[in-house]
């Protein structure tokens, strides 16, 4: 493993840490669970599953049940190729080798954007596909009228048409604006969720359980701004993991989470860069350092490595 300062000796530290205390990591059964799912979300197979547990019946599992997860996803004795958990000693080349691919292939299909840089315990996807999504894309940004502005100036300055800003913002008489006013316009591209947050790539983090950590992390102080980064339609929830969560449905077809917030802001349709909420520790991060935890599901399928996103928007 590199760590290239000393910044992130303390990071790297803690991953090693949790990745010892995962590496034994069993899974309690839940309500619904069937072992293939399981199987699923934690990278290996229902075989594998059931022969780490000696079950001989693999579907009865039981609520409450403790299983061990294996710590390769194995098939029939042959290793499976859907994901590898960074050990100590290895760097993302020799992993690749390992799996018959380039270095950038494994780094491209994990959001990792220094190849020199990996922690112990990660889980890395070995698809080797990149997803073909640019985040914001249709996106529209927001505008704030100020005094002597008209819409047919707001338009050139977007280089946009007031007829396009009349039907992104719903209006009805393209000569009533009013100073202050905030206007939907387009181009907002994806904006950084949490200005001035700090974060590193802390994706495929191994939790508790079994599970991976699916998003990155955005540390900010307690009542930091939390804007939307794309526009969209916000929705908020409640919950005792997520606490505070805003879900965006946004503009280019993907799905952002976020959560662990202090409050909430606009909700509905917004436009990329308006306040949705602010940073807190809610829901099972009480008492840690707060932080957003933020997810990107494309299409609504499943998240992936928004830190290269992230890395570009946030400076
Ligand atoms: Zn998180």
């Known amino acids: 493993m590199l760590v290239p300062s000393s910044t992130r000796r303390s990071v790297a530290a803690t991953a090693i840490a949790l990745f010892v205390f995962a590496a034994g990591a069993t899974y309690t059964v839940q309500p619904g669970d069937t072992l293939s799912d399981i199987a699923n979300e934690n990278g290996t197979t229902a075989t594998a599953l059931a022969r780490?547990?000696?079950?001989?019946?693999?579907?009865?599992?039981?609520?409450?049940?403790?299983l061990v997860i294996p710590g390769a996803a194995t098939s029939a004795g042959v290793a499976s190729s859907s994901a590898h958990t960074v050990k100590s000693g290895e760097s993302?080349?020799?992993?690749?080798?390992?799996?018959?691919?380039t270095t950038e292939a494994l780094a491209q299909a994990n959001g990792i954007t220094n190849t020199n840089v990996i922690y112990v315990g990660t889980r890395l996807s070995l698809s080797g596909e990149p997803i073909d999504f640019t985040p914001g894309s249709g996106s529209a940004g927001s505008h704030t009228v100020t005094t002597g502005e008209t819409l047919g100036k707001i338009a050139a300055a977007y280089g946009t048409t007031i007829d396009t800003l009349v039907e992104l913002n719903s209006m009805t008489n393209p000569d009533l604006i009013r100073v202050g006013q905030?206007?939907?316009?387009?181009?907002?591209g994806f904006i950084c969720p949490v200005p001035g947050g700090s974060f590193f790539n802390d994706y495929g983090f191994p939790r508790s359980g079994g599970r991976f950590h699916e998003g990155?992390?955005?540390?900010?102080?307690?009542?930091?701004?939390?804007?939307?980064?794309?526009?969209?339609?916000?929705?908020?929830?409640?919950?005792?993991?997520?606490?505070m969560q805003f879900n965006l449905y946004g503009d280019d077809g993907a799905t952002y989470i976020g959560s662990h917030m202090d409050s909430f802001g606009a909700s509905g349709y917004v436009a990329a860069g308006t306040a949705i909420g602010t940073v807190?520790?809610?829901?099972?991060?009480?008492g840690s350092r707060p932080h957003v935890h933020f997810e990107v599901h494309p299409e609504d399928g499943p998240a992936v490595n928004p830190y290269p996103y992230l890395e570009k928007a946030c400076k």
């Open 52 to 66: 780490e547990n000696k079950l001989s019946n693999p579907n009865r599992i039981y609520v409450g049940q403790q």
């Open 92 to 101: 993302l080349s020799t992993i690749a080798a390992k799996y018959g691919m």
């Open 182 to 188: 905030i206007l939907a316009v387009p181009g907002g």
């Open 216 to 243: 990155i992390d955005l540390f900010a102080a307690s009542g930091t701004e939390v804007v939307a980064p794309v526009s969209g339609r916000v929705e908020f929830k409640i919950g005792s993991i997520g606490g």
């Open 280 to 286: 807190g520790d809610s829901g099972n991060a009480v």
